[in-house]
């Protein structure tokens, strides 16, 4: 990298408001972890936000922040009928 090339940079991160820095930070983030794990819709950066993965395939997927009547109807609907790993109906509870 020549002194002129890191001249320009240095003067484009000064010229940059600590919004604008922050976006592009987590922009950045976003786009190097997103290309690691493909099938994630959605990264959660340092800074305690949610951006979409750039490099994510499959159908669209709801904000991990989002929530909604149906989802809660759709999330306790049977009862609880599912099965949860490593655990039979017939475990005593160990107290």
């Known amino acids: 990298m020549t002194y002129s090339h890191e001249r320009d940079d240095a003067l484009a991160q ?3 408001t600590m919004g604008e820095y922050n976006s592009m930070a987590t922009r950045q983030y976003a786009d190097a972890h997103g290309s690691d794990d493909t099938t994630a ?3 959660l950066t340092p800074f305690d ?3 979409r993965n750039p490099y994510y395939v499959g159908p669209a997927q709801a904000h991990p922040e989002d929530w ?7 999330l306790y609907a049977d009862d609880f009928a599912y099965d949860l790993p490593g655990r039979d109906d017939d ?3 160990p107290y």
């Open 14 to 16: 000064e010229a940059m």
């Open 41 to 43: 819709a959605w990264i």
């Open 49 to 51: 936000t949610w951006e």
């Open 68 to 74: 909604s009547d149906e989802l809660e109807a759709q």
């Open 91 to 93: 475990d005593e509870i």
